[in-house]
């Protein structure tokens, strides 16, 4: 087990991204700093959430990107019901596919039958997500998975992949946007393996989870690193912060309820976090 800790950022749509961002703003308003980690992890959400931090942008900059209307990007409106479908299908592979990576090959499958708008016209929204479209120097990776075979690819910097295409992959949500080519290969959503992924940070001191969408295999994976010697502290939306996702985390108009509700609980979870990424 290493002394080094890792910041792991979950999927949970744009109310998910708003949220996650609002917590680490409200983390550093309370004078915990987090963005320092020795990895960054993304799963989805997580993949922009933390390739803004990884460039380096203030904190405070990011969040008003997120809460006020006048800096927000432009979001793409998901298809009615596209999410809904999607879980019931994810459901259905539970209980009827063991394997697990025939399920995200069932998932893959799915995307690449999905009537979605083009990835042209997706692309640019990701790459407006992002103050940077290069890698950073400091460890970041982003977790996506082949359509066509249902393996999981970390993508990072010496992936050769371009971090708007990774982050892309990475936020392909199956039925609701299209797959992402990487290398001439269709990639899925990394959160249909895990909306975390965080037995991929394990060997870790101490790993902060900042989790905007609730992972059934979450504990269980805190569970080993901690059996292993590890520390795991994780941050879930409270009511009002779930008041704030509202019925679709997908919508543009969650953004900003959203951040906000996630500054107020990164201030409350503070005192933990700092006792966590301090080592006391």
Known sequence: MSEERALVVGGGGVAGIAWATGVLAGLADA?????????LLGTSA????????????????????????????EELQPPEGALAALFEFAAKLDAEVDDPVERLRRMGELALAADTITEAERRPVIAGRLPSHEWPRRPLSVVAVNARTGETRLLDRASGVGL?????????????WPAATVDGTPYIDGGVRSFTNLDLAAGHAR?????PMPDPVLEADAAAIVERGGRVEVITPDEAALT??????????SRTPAGHAGFAQGRTAAPTVAALWTGA
């Open 164 to 176: 708007v295409d990774a982050v892309a992959a990475s936020c392909a949500l199956p039925g609701v």
């Open 244 to 253: 704030a996702f509202g019925d679709d985390p997908l919508s543009p108009a």
């Open 207 to 211: 790993t902060l989870v900042v989790a």
């Open 46 to 73: 997580g993949s922009v959430v933390t390739a803004q931090l990884a460039s380096g942008t203030p904190l405070p900059e990011l969040l008003r990107a997120q809460v006020d209307p006048e800096f927000q990007r």
């Open 31 to 39: 004078g915990v700093h987090v963005t320092d980690a020795d990895l």
